[in-house]
Nanobody, 121 residues
Framework: QVQLVESGGGLVQPGGSLRLSCAAS????????MAWYRQAPGKRRELVAD???????NYADSVKGRFTISRDNAKNTVYLQMNSLKPEDTAVYYC???????????????WGQGTQVTVSS
């Protein structure tokens, strides 16, 4: 069974940094795009950043220049380095991966359970 497990969330002061990690485990044949989404209270879930297998990245305008997404294909892991954090970055952050399990012909999207990031003084 495929799982995505996030870690690294927590409470940080404005201007601080956090690094989120998400490891995909299970019987995985291949992983395509990996991404981070977030959902603040009362708001829709939104894309924060994504990264292809080849390393091409895409960011939401609100985090450009502050967040960096990266991945380690050998470890099936995606990271999100978050710098210069603002109170409006407070949300539950979800890992997302489009991947193909062994024995399946097609890829599908998997989600992690979410990790809370709170930016407050």
């Amino acid at each position: 069974q495929v799982q995505l497990v996030e870690s690294g969330g927590g409470l940080v002061q404005p201007g601080g940094s956090l690094r989120l990690s998400c490891a995909a485990s299970g019987s995985i044949a291949s992983i395509n795009t990996m991404a981070w989404y977030r959902q603040a209270p009362g708001k829709r879930r939104e894309l924060v950043a994504d990264i292809t297998t080849g390393g091409s990245t895409n960011y939401a305008d609100s985090v450009k220049g502050r967040f960096t997404i990266s991945r380690d294909n050998a470890k099936n892991t995606v990271y999100l380095q978050m710098n210069s954090l603002k109170p409006e970055d407070t949300a539950v952050y979800y890992c997302n991966a489009n991947l193909r399990p062994h024995g399946y012909m097609w890829s599908r999207t998997y989600w992690g359970q979410g990790t809370q990031v709170t930016v407050s003084s």
